[in-house]
């Protein structure tokens, strides 16, 4: 399933995503951020992620860490969901970008290493079970 446009969202604000590549699990409570406001505000004012949760930021080709209170993972990823870039735990006053980017998932550092997350793995985007 692709979660990528607005005809295809998911019901709710939160989504389970998979590397297919590696058959390993990315994130089990990922939130969407596709509004302005949920784009710009991110992980703001957060003083952590639990293990499993993250954000997908759609559309996105870049983000700051400015005032960020912990390190985090970034995987860039294209439309068709293949990772462009990866960033392992990227600390606070650090600006990243992938311009050839449509999405990215903000995750618990230590998730790329943990899930193996490689450029070109293709994640799947599923919603969560009830």
């Not at 604000?13 to 590696?22: C, K, P, S």
């Not at 699990?25 to 784009?39: G, I, N, P, Q």
């Not at 068709?80 to 990866?86: A, G, H, T, W």
Request: with cysteine; net charge positive; charged share 25%.
């Amino acid at each position: 399933m692709n979660f990528t446009d607005r005809s295809t969202s998911p019901s709710d604000d939160f989504v389970v995503i998979r590397n297919l590549t590696r058959g390993t699990l990315v994130a089990e409570r990922a939130e969407v951020a596709r509004t302005s406001a949920k784009r710009s505000k991110g992980l703001l004012g957060r003083n952590g992620l639990d293990p499993g949760g993250g954000m997908w930021i759609i559309p996105c080709e870049s983000v700051h860490t400015f005032f960020m209170q912990f390190p985090i993972d970034l995987i860039y990823l294209d439309k068709e969901l293949r990772v462009k870039k990866v960033r392992p735990n990227v600390k606070a006053w650090r600006v990243s970008a992938c311009l050839t980017a449509h999405s990215i998932l903000e995750l618990p550092a230590g998730t790329i290493v943990a899930t193996q997350t490689q450029p070109r793995d293709v994640l799947r985007v599923e919603e969560p079970s009830h």
